[in-house]
């Protein structure tokens, strides 16, 4: 069972930067997509980005420009580095990874921004 731990939550000011980090232990095959969710209070859990195993990302539009998602397969690692946050980017972020077809999701890390 492959198990994921997030870091790298916490509160910050708006226009601050944050950088999440998500492990993937017990798994010796290859990651292929690798991803960001968000879920705020009362809404539905959404895509922030996502990476392919060839390096193809792609970015919620209210992120575009503000946050890159990057990977390194050799440490099963997949990160989200935020600048210019806002408070609406207030949510907590999950990691997914998919191996062999299966989704495989973190516990969820709290990012708060404050005005």
């Known amino acids: 069972q492959v198990q994921l731990v997030e870091s790298g939550g916490g509160l910050v000011q708006a226009g601050g930067s944050l950088r999440l980090s998500c492990v993937a232990y017990r798994t010796i095959f290859r990651i292929s997509r690798m991803g960001w969710y968000c879920q705020a209070p009362g809404k539905q859990r959404e895509l922030v980005a996502d990476i392919s195993s060839g390096g193809s990302t792609n970015y919620a539009d209210s992120v575009k420009g503000r946050f890159t998602i990057s990977r390194d397969d050799a440490k099963n690692t997949v990160y989200l580095q935020m600048n210019s946050l806002k408070p609406e980017d207030t949510a907590v972020y999950s990691c997914?990874?998919?191996?062999?077809?299966?989704?495989?999701w973190g516990q969820g890390t709290q990012v708060t921004v404050s005005s």
């Open positions: 997914l990874v998919v191996v062999f077809g299966k989704e495989y």
